[in-house]
């Protein structure tokens, strides 16, 4: 385990949250919170290089292939299952609402996104081959599922690694050019593209760390940590898929140079202490429960405490919006330990 790259996947995570928690905050009105879904990528490309640099050598036959889809979904498939029927549950409490009282649901019960199809679907992680549905962040994790397995038979079957790792990433970039020219049946696709392109970036990372492996000083870490915020804060500039494009290259190389920090630097001691590692550790909690939380306090604000919404944002009086973000945000963290703790490790 390379630790400052735990912390940067539990911080990453936190922008996640409150890029869907939509509070009016100076914070969460920052770009950098408005264009945090463009950490996902960054998700994306650090498995790439996480998975190669503990499968890469280790997948040498059909057993070791099966052994290997196998704890994958068993580290992703328990949870999602879990806020999935969680997502299932709000749908049924919107039947309630509009059966019992004056309220009128945003989307009628398990119709448009959550439809009975996308039920169907996130059972068996194909949702996000073609959008997103119920527990929005899961789209990923079904992308993910299915390129980890892509990635086990390119390791098994073929000699030629890097060669196929390009092979797979240009076919992402031709399918992010053609969608920028006009083929708009393809924007649904895009999803997935955006998992297969990056996290084959991340393995050509690990390919190029394994090969090159030295110590890098931490001020060009420093540096490259710094375009990496700023890229995100100012992504809205990029036109189209051009993001998913620039900023897996910069989280790529990123990775890289902090991979390859001196263990005695500064920065690697910043980024290695034991409560940000901790909450890289429970990241996939974070990032998969946080949603469910989102939608069941957003409720809670507007028809319990009148809590008025503009532009989507819920607007707190005085610092009552700063206070609610932190509560909240501590309420995640610690039901994340709890998931890890008490229900993720049984499965691992």
């Not at 998700?43 to 050598?57: A, D, P, R, T």
């Not at 394994?210 to 931490?218: A, E, V």
Request: net charge positive; with cysteine.
């Amino acid at each position: 385990m390379i630790l400052p790259l735990e912390t940067f996947r539990g911080i990453f995570a936190l922008i996640i949250v409150l890029h869907h928690l939509k509070i009016d905050t100076f914070v969460q009105k920052s770009n950098l919170i408005i264009n945090g879904g463009l950490v996902v990528d960054f998700f994306f490309v650090l498995s790439g290089f996480v998975i190669s640099l503990n499968y890469i050598e280790k997948i040498n036959s059909k057993i070791d292939l099966i052994n290997f889809q196998k704890k994958r979904f068993l580290r992703l498939y328990p949870l999602h299952i879990l806020t999935l029927l969680v997502f299932v549950l709000i749908e049924i409490i919107k039947i309630i609402v509009e059966n019992y009282t004056n309220l009128q649901t945003t989307y009628a019960p398990f119709t448009g996104f959550n439809n009975f199809y996308s039920l169907f679907a996130n059972f068996f992680l194909l949702h996000g081959w073609y959008g997103w549905s119920f527990n929005l962040p899961s789209w990923s994790i079904s992308t993910e599922f299915y390129t980890y397995f892509i990635f086990a038979l390119v390791v098994l079957n073929t000699r030629y690694k890097l060669s196929i790792f390009v092979l797979l990433i240009l076919l992402s970039l031709l399918l992010f050019t053609l969608n920028n020219i006009g083929f708009e049946n393809l924007d649904n696709f895009i999803y997935p593209a955006r998992c297969i392109y990056s996290f084959f970036l991340g393995s050509l990372v690990f390919l190029i760390y394994k090969k090159f492996q030295k110590d890098i000083s931490q001020f060009y870490s420093f540096i490259m940590i710094i375009l990496c915020i700023l890229l995100i804060y100012f992504s809205d500039y990029l036109i189209l898929n051009n993001k998913y494009i620039i900023a897996p290259l910069l989280f790529g190389l990123t990775i890289l140079f902090i991979s390859c920090l001196k263990n005695n630097s500064i920065l690697y001691r910043i980024l290695s202490n034991r409560y940000t590692v901790y909450l890289g550790t429970i990241s996939y909690g974070v990032y998969m429960i946080h949603f469910g939380l989102v939608w069941f306090f957003r409720q809670f604000c507007r028809f319990v405490l009148n809590i008025p919404e503009y532009d989507d944002y819920l607007v707190f009086n005085s610092y009552f919006g700063e206070i609610s973000t932190f509560i909240f945000v501590i309420l995640v963290i610690y039901l994340s330990h709890l998931s890890f703790k008490y229900f993720e490790n049984k499965f691992r």
